[in-house]
């Protein structure tokens, strides 16, 4: 019963009025998904992330996609930190041994209630707002959303006022300290500027999928799931639909694009 | 009133030494900004959790009170007090040199302050950082015109306008100043429409207490006459100026005490917060507040220049321990992301953030003080800004004598 209650592709979703028809090729992703789901139910997660579709160099982005990604926090194991590696292995930042100041891109946090003493662990990042305070804020426009919703932080014109870091309420950023070495070429970093999650948007453009994503394990069912929020058929936007899941103080109206499951 | 006459002030060793002294700090602000800038910030105290340090206490200070001590010379021009009049140009004067010196900290202490040509040329015209900028630049503007009407004689009649826009300016400045902590919806310490007042009312009263302590520093060196009657005028405002910042104090926590929510963040501040809570009770209330209010209204106290400096003092220690509080205090507290639910990480969630100033941060900000006292110095030296003579007599001949004399 629990299985099933879980599984997003065991019941039917009720489509809301205003779905646009589907195209032949939602269609065709829709069947693969359950050809997918029937074969490797551990799996599916993962193939769901939802490889995003490559974009061309030169063609803008489009609005009409808004990137977002779905932790299901039930899947996240207390103590895995293979999304925190990953991400820091393919962005090229990491422990300097200097914890205060070191960047940290994406880090695990573990929640308790107090009253009942019950935990949860689970990846926070940059959330990736669509009303991000950050942006907001920021003076000379460094800290920017891109139309499909990733936000993001300009290198070349951030000053290093850290006022974003004053107002993001997710502690998601980090103000480089120190000089760099090594850096990776797709994701640069500078002494003096402020930086946070990227989404990997390297690999998005290169229609592949976040490496914390990636890393997440499959056997342990996958807990972190990537796809486009604005694309009713694609597997995140279902579960979404399907099954409650929670912003990160949804209360301040910033609407993430990350949200959590069995929070 | 007499005419009055303006002059430069005096030159000879004690001006040269006194300069001396305050270029040497500024040049050790500048070292302090290179080591900062060179190293990176992780040779400052500041880290990722308390990004902005003692530096913008400093700068946030000077602004703040930039803004404050150029109400001299609106109760002169805006608000018709004959008195205060010889007054304005120093007004006008120290009003420039704090913004300059506040500016320069905190330009110096951004992660990339090579690039303040940025910061001049690209503008998110949403962010409240980015209107500030207008907003300072557009200060310096108002007061220099407010100057020039005042001091070149065919465009003396426009001093009162230019006073009025520039009182204006100087409120909406605060303003931003104080919503650049207001409007940070995300974190507890902040986040309240209260800080504008606030704000204001702080600069208000920091502003008064350094014009207060530098002119009657420059007239002490230069032996000018300054009459204690008009101290204790101005000393009696500050008073009220102090006791309107406990006011907006007492009711940005007593609003936050009042909702659940916030109730963490005020036992921090208010009871367990260590130096925050030591810095809040002893130095920025009693020491900040209530002893400089009864400085200047206990007679013994109030007509001497002793207590009116000690009471200027003080409500300068008092509102740079309060900024502190505000700022690093503000950010010490961990931000609430799950909220009624213990929270612990790697990245320091759910702690207390630890933050020791460093001594380059110390250098830096000091050094920005020594800078606009600088500006200060050397612009009484080449123009006639201070009046020969401030004594009562000269300033309101028509006043009754003082009861007291000058101790």
Same mark, same amino acid.
């Given at each position: 019963m629990t299985a099933t209650r879980n599984n997003p592709f065991l019941r039917d979703k009720p489509a809301p009025d205003d779905v646009p028809e589907r195209g032949r090729r939602d269609v065709l992703r829709a069947l693969a998904a359950?050809?997918?789901?029937?074969?490797?139910?551990?799996?599916?997660?993962?193939?769901?992330?939802?490889?995003?579709?490559?974009?061309?160099?030169?063609?803008?982005?489009?609005?009409?996609?808004?990137?977002?990604?779905? =932790?299901?926090?039930?899947?996240?194991?207390?103590?895995?930190?293979?999304?925190?590696? *990953?991400?820091?292995?393919?962005?090229?930042? +990491?422990?300097?041994?200097?914890?205060?100041?070191? *960047?940290?891109?994406?880090?695990?946090?573990?929640?308790?209630?107090?009253?009942?003493?019950? +935990?949860?662990?689970?990846?926070?990042?940059?959330?990736?707002?669509?009303?991000?305070?950050?942006?907001?804020?920021?003076?000379?426009?460094? +800290?920017?959303?891109?139309?499909?919703?990733?936000?993001?932080?300009?290198?070349? =014109?951030? =000053?290093?006022?850290?006022?974003?870091?004053?107002?993001?309420?997710?502690?998601?950023? +980090?103000? =480089?300290?120190?000089?760099?070495k090594d850096q990776k070429p797709y994701a640069p970093r500078g002494k003096g500027t402020v930086e946070s999650c990227t989404l990997c948007v390297h690999r998005i453009d290169a229609g592949r999928i976040p490496a914390c994503v990636e890393a997440c394990p499959a056997e342990g069912g996958g807990a972190l799931a990537f796809g486009d929020l604005n694309d009713p058929a694609a597997e995140i936007s279902q579960r979404i639909a399907k099954y409650a899941s929670a912003q990160i103080r949804a209360d301040l109206g910033t609407d993430p694009g990350v949200r959590y499951q069995n929070l | 009133?007499?005419?009055?006459?303006?002059?430069?002030?005096?030159?000879?060793? &004690? #001006?040269?030494?006194? %300069?001396?002294?305050?270029?040497?700090?500024?040049?050790?602000?500048?070292?302090?900004?290179?080591?900062?800038?060179?190293?990176?910030?992780?040779?400052?105290?500041?880290?990722?959790?308390?990004?902005? $340090?003692?530096?913008?206490?400093? /700068?946030?200070? !000077?602004?703040?009170?930039?803004?404050?001590?150029?109400?001299?010379?609106?109760? $002169?021009?805006?608000?018709?007090?004959?008195?205060?009049?010889?007054?304005?140009? @120093?007004?006008?004067?120290?009003?420039?040199?704090?913004?300059?010196? &506040?500016?320069?900290? @905190?330009?110096?202490?951004?992660?990339?302050?090579?690039? @303040?040509?940025?910061?001049?040329?690209?503008?998110?015209?949403?962010?409240? #950082?980015?209107?500030?900028?207008? !907003?300072?630049?557009?200060?310096?503007?108002?007061?220099?015109?407010?100057?020039?009407?005042?001091?070149?004689?065919?465009?003396?009649?426009?001093?009162?306008?230019?006073?009025?826009?520039?009182?204006?300016?100087?409120?909406?400045?605060?303003?931003?100043?104080?919503?650049?902590?207001?409007?940070?919806?995300?974190?507890? /310490?902040?986040?309240?429409?209260?800080? /504008?007042?606030?704000?204001? /009312?702080?600069?208000?009263?920091?502003?008064?207490?350094?014009? %207060?302590?530098?002119?009657?520093?420059?007239? &002490?060196?230069?032996?000018?006459?300054? $009459?204690?009657?008009?101290?204790?005028?101005?000393?009696? !405002? @500050?008073?009220?100026?102090?006791?309107a910042v406990l006011y907006f104090t007492a009711l940005q926590h007593l609003t936050n005490l009042y909702a659940a929510e916030h109730a963490g963040v005020e036992r921090f501040i208010l009871l367990e917060g260590g130096i925050y809570t030591a810095l809040f009770w002893i130095v920025q209330v009693v020491l900040g507040g209530v002893v400089p209010i009864a400085l200047v209204y206990i007679p013994a106290t109030a007509r001497t220049w002793t207590g009116i400096a000690a009471a200027s003092a003080l409500v300068i220690a008092g509102g740079l321990a309060q900024i502190y509080v505000i700022i690093v205090g503000g950010q010490a507290y961990p931000l609430i992301l799950f909220p009624g639910m213990e929270v612990q990480s790697s990245y320091q969630d759910g702690v207390v953030a630890a933050y020791m100033p460093s001594l380059a941060e110390i250098g830096l900000g000091v050094g920005g003080v020594a800078f606009a006292l600088a500006i200060a110095a050397v612009g009484m030296k080449v123009l006639r800004f201070l009046p020969d003579s401030l004594s009562d007599d000269a300033l309101d001949p028509h006043r009754q004598p003082a009861r007291a004399v000058n101790t």
């Open positions: 359950g050809v997918g789901l029937a074969l490797a139910p551990g799996v599916t997660l993962y193939a769901f992330g939802g490889p995003a579709e490559a974009r061309a160099p030169g063609d803008p982005v489009s609005s009409k996609v808004r990137w977002g990604l779905l =932790i299901d926090v039930n899947k996240c194991a207390d103590g895995c930190t293979r999304c925190v590696t *990953a991400c820091s292995t393919e962005n090229g930042w +990491s422990d300097t041994g200097h914890p205060l100041t070191d *960047a940290q891109w994406i880090r695990k946090v573990k929640v308790t209630d107090p009253k009942t003493g019950a +935990s949860r662990s689970l990846p926070v990042m940059c959330q990736h707002c669509a009303e991000p305070p950050c942006v907001d804020v920021c003076p000379t426009g460094a +800290s920017f959303k891109r139309a499909d919703g990733i936000v993001l932080v300009d290198k070349h =014109i951030c =000053i290093g006022c850290r006022y974003c870091m004053m107002a993001c309420p997710y502690n998601a950023r +980090s103000f =480089i300290h120190e000089s760099l | 009133m007499a005419r009055v006459v303006y002059r430069e002030i005096e030159g000879g060793a &004690g #001006f040269a030494g006194l %300069l001396a002294i305050l270029v040497a700090f500024t040049l050790t602000g500048i070292a302090s900004a290179w080591y900062m800038e060179h190293y990176g910030h992780i040779v400052t105290g500041m880290n990722n959790r308390i990004v902005w $340090g003692m530096p913008h206490v400093f /700068a946030v200070f !000077l602004i703040v009170t930039a803004s404050g001590v150029l109400n001299v010379a609106s109760l $002169g021009s805006v608000f018709g007090r004959t008195p205060y009049k010889p007054m304005a140009r @120093l007004s006008g004067l120290l009003a420039i040199a704090f913004l300059v010196g &506040g500016l320069a900290v @905190l330009v110096l202490d951004l992660g990339r302050p090579d690039r @303040l040509i940025v910061a001049m040329t690209k503008y998110n015209l949403k962010s409240i #950082f980015a209107w500030n900028i207008f !907003l300072y630049i557009g200060f310096l503007v108002v007061v220099a015109a407010y100057l020039f009407v005042q001091m070149e004689r065919r465009m003396n009649r426009f001093a009162p306008s230019v006073g009025w826009f520039a009182f204006i300016w100087r409120l909406v400045l605060t303003t931003g100043t104080g919503s650049i902590f207001g409007w940070l919806v995300a974190r507890q /310490a902040y986040d309240a429409a209260v800080m /504008a007042p606030l704000f204001i /009312a702080m600069s208000l009263s920091f502003g008064l207490a350094a014009f %207060l302590l530098v002119t009657m520093t420059v007239y &002490g060196l230069t032996g000018r006459p300054l $009459g204690v009657h008009i101290l204790n005028r101005l000393a009696r !405002l @500050l008073g009220i100026f102090a006791a």
